[in-house]
């Protein structure tokens, strides 16, 4: 058993310190004590501290008796949270999901003897896991990610909810999305390239392209066709594209009766409330791997993995909180049992190579009833 904290309280972080507190001895921290509070209240426990990430002395004094650090942060705060656990010698696993690209930790990592698994939530996390195995067993030529999170009940006019901060919803629709197409890196404007998708369960969504490649543009050069694209109800780029191009996502100030305001900072606001999914509000996660290559026979084979997944009422956790969460807990439990032991910094497709660390995964998450159904074709 570990001591073991999650640096963050929302949605994702509360279900990953749930399910955690299973096996570990897990304090749940953020910079509201109201929320705080609220996340005692429901879950005895788990213990709570309140903490400012962005203190650096605060945060690594906060951290230094704990074994594990879990970062669950907003994306714009993650990439300097990760920096300085690391600086700090906690090993971590990250689902911050921040702009910047964290292989540039990597030397810091391995200095401070620190194992830090990155981006380890379901896209990027499982898609990456997945593509890491089979990378060992095809000589792939394409990978193909759709997934979305979605809510059961469309409302007009987004048709859509967010289980986290608007803000980083809408840091997907604005930073350029980069696909790999013959080996060259290609970029386009985020929610480009629309197409309609038909999913057994949930009917005909849409595809945009949206920058979820991420670390695979550098760990797997040799895979000359990679693209991963986001999925809604169809008509929710055109409402979000309006805004985008009238401005409503710009962060620099504007002017309004003498006091400044950023469009960004009042569109999040408004969007909190439009977007904002319920504790209850039943939604659910759809997503489609594609895999491509040759076999060690020289055989053309195509591997697909689908999951759908919806919010659990028992334990009344969200889909997106499910398999975004369990996925990282998953790997917070690889270190733990020393399964996964390098050092430095690991997107999931380093993680996922290894036969051992991808069946834990797969079995973990199965655990959980969150279950990747998987489909082979050879010709």
């Known amino acids: 058993m570990k001591n073991i904290v999650v640096l963050g309280s929302g949605m994702v972080g509360s279900a990953m310190a749930i399910d955690l507190s299973k096996n570990h001895n897990v304090?749940?921290?953020?910079?509201?004590?109201?929320?705080?509070?609220?996340v005692r209240e429901n879950n005895k426990e788990l213990k709570i501290l309140c903490i400012d990430v962005t203190n650096e002395s605060e945060l690594k004094n906060a951290i230094a008796v704990f074994d594990l650090v879990v970062c669950a942060v907003p994306g714009f705060l993650?990439?300097?949270?990760?920096?300085?656990?690391?600086?700090?010698?906690?090993d971590v696993v990250d689902i911050s999901f921040f702009p910047e690209n964290a292989l540039k930790l990597n030397t810091l990592a391995v200095q401070n003897k620190v194992t830090?698994?990155?981006?380890?939530?379901?896209?990027?996390?499982?898609?990456n896991i997945i593509l890491g195995h089979y990378n060992e067993l095809l000589k792939i030529s394409s990978f193909d990610c759709?997934?979305?999170g979605?809510?059961?009940?469309?409302?007009?006019?987004?048709?859509?909810?967010?289980?986290?901060?608007?803000?980083?919803v809408i840091e997907e629709y604005t930073r350029p999305a980069r696909y790999v197409e013959n080996g060259k890196v290609i970029t386009r404007d985020a929610l480009s390239d629309v197409e309609l998708v038909d999913f057994e369960k949930v009917g005909t969504l849409e595809s945009f392209n949206s920058d979820g490649l991420r670390s695979l543009i550098f760990t797997m050069?040799?895979?000359?066709?990679?693209?991963?694209?986001?999925?809604?109800?169809?008509?929710?780029?055109?409402?979000?594209?309006?805004?985008?191009?009238?401005?409503?996502?710009?962060?620099?100030?504007?002017?309004?009766?003498?006091?400044?305001?950023?469009?960004?900072?009042?569109?999040?606001?408004?969007?909190?409330?439009?977007?904002?999914?319920?504790?209850?509000?039943?939604?659910?996660?759809?997503?489609?791997?594609?895999?491509?290559?040759?076999?060690?026979?020289?055989?053309?084979?195509?591997?697909i993995y689908e999951l759908y997944d919806e919010f659990d009422g028992a334990t009344g956790t969200s889909s997106m909180a499910r398999?975004?969460?369990?996925?990282?807990?998953?790997?917070?439990?690889?270190i733990v049992e020393k399964l996964f032991v390098g050092?430095?910094?690991?997107p999931p497709e380093q993680v996922g190579k290894h036969e051992a660390c991808f069946q834990y995964v797969i079995n973990y998450l199965k655990d959980r009833n969150v279950i990747y159904k998987k489909d082979s074709i050879i010709s």
């Not at 698994?117 to 499982?126: L, N, T």
């Open 323 to 334: 398999t975004t969460g369990y996925t990282a807990t998953a790997a917070v439990n690889l």
């Open 116 to 127: 830090a698994i990155v981006d380890c939530g379901v896209a990027p996390g499982m898609g």
């Open 343 to 346: 050092k430095g910094i690991f």
């Open 78 to 90: 993650g990439y300097k949270t990760l920096k300085t656990i690391i600086e700090a010698k906690k």
């Open 27 to 38: 304090t749940v921290s953020d910079i509201d004590q109201n929320i705080l509070n609220k």
């Open 150 to 168: 979605l809510p059961k009940a469309k409302k007009w006019p987004f048709n859509y909810k967010a289980p986290f901060s608007p803000i980083d």
């Open 146 to 148: 759709l997934v979305g």
């Open 221 to 303: 050069p040799h895979i000359p066709n990679m693209k991963e694209k986001t999925l809604r109800y169809p008509g929710h780029v055109e409402y979000v594209q309006v805004l985008k191009e009238s401005g409503f996502f710009n962060e620099k100030s504007i002017e309004i009766n003498g006091m400044p305001i950023s469009p960004l900072e009042f569109t999040s606001k408004i969007l909190f409330n439009e977007w904002y999914l319920g504790k209850t509000e039943e939604e659910l996660t759809v997503m489609k791997i594609s895999i491509s290559g040759t076999n060690s026979e020289g055989r053309t084979e195509k591997i």
